[in-house]
């Protein structure tokens, strides 16, 4: 097995939480770049996007347009299901599995090497978020 290979041995919740940081990492670096740069204010903002309740609802969005491959939707699944050690702390327990799965995908992702579709559906999510099309993020 190679070393771009080893996603396919990861549980769900080693793929969420590497998924978790990568996204976040596109998030921070977007409110950066539109000048966001006082620490509180960021973290504050960032949170917006990275909340479950925003990562949730953004996996509604891809079922809704079907953007999702057939593998991606795999991955998120493995996720979704994983028994995580941790609870929901501000939101219900399904949506806190959904956005472990959404999280996942983003490790699959980053972890299989498909940097350029990475790319893609980390700035469509930050753009559904922006543009208002995700009513269940907080703001």
Known sequence: MTENDTYKQLNGIALAYLGDAVYEVYIRRHLINKGLT???K????????VSAKAQAALIDVM?????????EQD???RGRNSKSHTSAKNTSVLTYRISTGFEALMGYLSLSGQQER???????CITQVEEGKITHATK
Request: proline share 3%.
């Open 118 to 124: 990475l790319d893609w559906l980390a700035n469509w």
């Open 42 to 49: 960021l973290h504050h903002t960032a949170t917006n996007f």
């Open 63 to 71: 079922k809704e347009q079907d953007i999702l491959t057939e593998t």
């Open 75 to 77: 991955y998120f699944k």
């Open 38 to 40: 006082k620490p509180t």
